[in-house]
Nanobody, 116 residues
Framework: QAQLAVSGGGLVQAGGSLRLACAGS????????MAWYRQAPGRQREWVAV???????NYSESVKGRFTISRDNAKKTVYLQMNSLKLEDTATYYC??????????WGQGTQVTVSS
């Protein structure tokens, strides 16, 4: 059974940093495009960053230059380094396959709260 376990969220002051991790099990991780998504209260889930199986990356305009997505195929883990956090980055963060792909179960995600 496919599972994506997300960790690393927390409370951080504006301008601070956090690193999220997403460990996959039961999936062909090495060949999958993986992505980070987030959902703020009252808003739709949006994609944040995506990384292909070969390591090509892309970011939403709202996080470009501040967030970095990476992956370790040996560990079946994808990371999201978040720097210069802003209040508007507050959301529940999830990982899954790339936008447009068939998604796995979303799970509970991890809460990121940025305070002033």
């Amino acid at each position: 059974q496919a599972q994506l376990a997300v960790s690393g969220g927390g409370l951080v002051q504006a301008g601070g940093s956090l690193r999220l991790a997403c460990a996959g099990s039961g999936i062909m991780f090495r060949i999958r495009t993986m992505a980070w998504y987030r959902q703020a209260p009252g808003r739709q889930r949006e994609w944040v960053a995506v990384i292909s199986s070969s390591g090509n990356t892309n970011y939403s305009e709202s996080v470009k230059g501040r967030f970095t997505i990476s992956r370790d195929n040996a560990k079946k883990t994808v990371y999201l380094q978040m720097n210069s956090l802003k209040l508007e980055d507050t959301a529940t963060y999830y990982c899954n396959t790339g936008p447009g792909d068939e998604f796995y179960s979303w799970g509970q995600g991890t809460q990121v709260t940025v305070s002033s």
